[in-house]
T-cell receptor, first 112, second 116 residues
Framework: GQQLNQSPQSMFIQEGEDVSMNCTSSSIFNTWLWYKQDPGEGPVLLIALYKAGELTSNGRLTAQFGITRKDSFLNISASIPSDVGIYFCAGHALPLDDKIIFGKGTRLHILP | DAGITQSPRHKVTETGTPVTLRCHQTENHRYMYWYRQDPGHGLRLIHYSYGVKDTDKGEVSDGYSVSRSKTEDFLLTLESATSSQTSVYFC???????????????FGPGTRLTVL
């Protein structure tokens, strides 16, 4: 089936650093979603993108829907300890169907 | 937070026993989904429903069945649990947004199932 390539798989950063992660696909997507999952919890939606080129912010988080519609990135500025967790990209590919495809996640670690 | 609950939150069972997990929503969303999450595999779709009594298979449906008799409830059944079905199970919901777009999926808190 279709897959999203999400990178990096894991990141180790210092508190206060900026973070960047991305997802790419061989298919065109019409929706990109970014989720965060804390340990023992379900994924929580951070940002939803619906238009190619769209750049959307949510506090210290910024995500963009790539112009080619085959990629998206998520940036986190000035990381803090509560940013630790797993970040998933997801989206609806074309042709449209009612299922979302998920990346395998980026695990973010923040060093003391 | 989207009104999604899952029960039970934790379950330990033995190989060969039947298990039913419940997802309940208060959002009146049309679509409901069951995923399993395992290390190295991310979230994998088991089954989903696009309306009452309307369901379809996902990528890892073998060994699982589902039922949806009411909009608010979506049940996942393991007819005869196996150790390979030890996993964390998540329910999700979404609504049709616009004609050519789909709304976001919202996830429940998960059920941790251990099959001994």
């Amino acid at each position: 089936g279709q897959q999203l390539n999400q990178s990096p798989q894991s990141m180790f950063i210092q508190e206060g650093e900026d973070v960047s992660m991305n997802c790419t696909s061989s298919s065109i997507f019409n929706t990109w979603l970014w989720y965060k999952q804390d340990p023992g919890e379900g994924p929580v939606l951070l940002i939803a993108l619906y238009k190619a080129g769209e750049l959307t912010s949510n506090g210290r988080l910024t995500a963009q829907f790539g112009i080619t519609r085959k990629d998206s990135f998520l940036n986190i500025s000035a990381s803090i300890p509560s940013d630790v967790g797993i970040y998933f990209c997801a989206g609806h590919a074309l042709p449209l169907d009612d299922k979302i495809i998920f990346g395998k996640g980026t695990r973010l670690h923040i060093l003391p | 937070d989207a009104g999604i609950t899952q029960s039970p939150r934790h379950k330990v069972t033995e190989t060969g026993t039947p298990v039913t997990l419940r997802c309940h929503q208060t959002e009146n969303h049309r679509y409901m989904y069951w995923y399993r999450q395992d290390p190295g595999h991310g979230l994998r779709l088991i089954h989903y429903s696009y309306g009452v009594k309307d369901t379809d298979k996902g990528e890892v449906s073998d060994g699982y069945s589902v039922s949806r008799s009411k909009t608010e409830d979506f049940l996942l059944t393991l007819e005869s649990a196996t150790s390979s079905q030890t996993s964390v199970y998540f329910c999700a919901i979404s609504a049709l947004f616009l004609q050519d777009f789909w709304s976001e999926q919202f996830f429940g808190p998960g059920t941790r199932l251990t099959v001994l």
